[in-house]
């Protein structure tokens, strides 16, 4: 069951991977755009979504825990087959997109609060009513 956690953080990673070489190809950028985070953001909804319908075993997350241990050093890894210069120099659309995205993540914290603490106060109202 472990290897489920790991077979699909490989199918986010190549996933994510292919969104960043669109993005950058997209905004004429010849390098991944964003490749690393995109796997993640799918890590995080594709999981979160096959727990809640009870398809994603405790075991299965063991394997995605086992990589998360390794997160840093494989984010570094990534980075550093990227051409920084080369997306820097390549235009101002480098630069802009990435304040997009980031000025993007930062408006949609709110929502995100929002979305969690709704869960919460479900999760405490249905205790309530149990115990």
Same mark, same amino acid.
């Given at each position: ?20 070489? *669109?993005?950058?190809?997209?905004? &004429?950028?010849? /390098?991944?755009?964003? #490749?690393?985070?995109?796997?993640? %953001?799918?890590?995080? !909804? ?38 920084? *210069?080369?997306?820097?120099?390549? &235009?101002?659309? /480098?630069?802009?997109? #990435?304040?997009?995205?980031?000025? %993007?993540?930062?408006? !949609? ?23």
């Amino acid at each position: 069951m472990i290897i489920y956690g790991v077979a699909l953080l490989s199918l986010c990673t190549l996933l994510g991977l292919l969104i960043g070489d *669109l993005l950058g190809t997209a905004i &004429g950028v010849k /390098a991944n755009v964003g #490749g690393v985070g995109f796997a993640m %953001l799918l890590l995080l !909804l594709v999981s979160e979504r096959l727990k809640r319908a009870g398809r994603f075993a405790e075991l299965s997350s063991q394997g995605i825990s086992f990589w998360t241990a390794l997160y840093i050093p494989i984010v570094i890894a990534m980075a550093a087959q990227q051409n920084v *210069l080369g997306a820097v120099s390549g &235009g101002p659309m /480098a630069i802009l997109a #990435g304040i997009a995205a980031t000025v %993007l993540c930062f408006a !949609l914290i709110p929502l995100v609060d929002r979305i969690g603490s709704r869960e919460r106060t479900a999760l405490a109202s249905a205790q309530d009513k149990l115990g």
